[in-house]
C-alpha cells in the first residue's frame, strides 16, 4: 500500500475502479482448455502499463477476490495461487517488459511495442504458473503444459492487441502514467 501511496493520489483513486472493472469484465469471459482448466484474459499489462506493478497487483488481486467470493468463479481454494499467478507474477513479468522496453523505445511505437510483449509475456508466465502447479497436483506436466501454453499464446495475441490499442488510447486522451519517469514513454 505504501508503494501505491507514493504512486497514486487521491484524485487517482477512481482509476483503479475503473480499471478494477475493466479487467473483471474481461476476465468472466472464459474458454475451455484440455484438463480441466480454463483460459481468460489477465489483464496485469494493462493495470501495470497505466497504474504501475504495486497498484496493479491490488487491482488484480481485488477483482479475483470478487470474482471468487460473489461469483464463485475461480473457487477458493484456488485463490492463492490465481493471486500468486496472475496478481504477482503476471503483473512482475509484464513490469519488468514494459517499463524497459517503453523506455527503449520511445514514442508511441514503443508503447504499442511494450503493452504488446508485457501482455503476452505475462500471460504466458501466468499459464506457465498454472500448469507447474496443477502438475504438483497430480496432472502429468506433459498434458496440461501444452494444452495451457498453446491456447494461451492465442489468448496472449489477442490480450497484447487489446492492451496495445488501450494504453495508446489513454496516453492520447492525455493520462500519462506516473510510475514511469516523465518523458520515458510518448516523446513524440
Not at 110 to 135: H, N, Q
Not at 139 to 154: D, R, S, T
Amino acid at each position: 500500500m505504501a508503494k501505491t501511496r507514493e504512486q497514486i493520489s487521491d484524485r487517482q483513486v477512481p482509476q483503479l475502479g475503473v480499471m478494477a472493472a475493466f479487467i473483471f469484465a474481461a476476465q468472466m469471459i472464459n474458454f475451455p482448455i484440455a484438463g480441466g482448466t480454463s483460459g481468460h484474459l489477465l489483464g496485469a499489462a494493462l493495470a501495470t502499463a497505466l497504474l504501475g506493478p504495486w497498484s496493479a497487483s491490488i487491482v488484480l488481486a481485488t477483482v479475483l477476490m470478487i470474482q471468487c467470493f460473489v461469483f464463485q468463479d475461480g473457487g477458493l481454494t484456488a485463490l492463492g495461487a490465481n493471486i500468486l499467478n496472475m496478481g504477482v507474477v503476471g503483473v512482475l513479468v509484464a513490469a519488468g517488459i514494459y517499463g524497459p522496453l517503453s523506455r527503449l523505445i520511445k514514442g508511441k511505437t514503443g508503447v504499442a511495442l511494450a503493452s504488446f510483449a508485457a501482455s503476452w509475456a505475462s500471460v504466458m508466465a501466468a499459464a506457465f504458473m498454472t500448469s507447474a502447479e496443477l502438475a504438483l497436483s497430480g496432472i502429468p506436466f506433459a498434458v496440461v503444459l501444452p494444452a495451457m501454453l498453446g491456447v494461451h499464446a492465442l489468448i496472449g495475441i489477442g490480450e497484447g492487441v487489446i492492451t496495445a490499442a488501450v494504453v495508446l488510447a489513454v496516453l492520447n486522451a492525455g493520462f500519462s502514467p506516473n510510475w514511469l519517469r516523465k518523458g520515458d514513454v510518448c516523446s513524440e
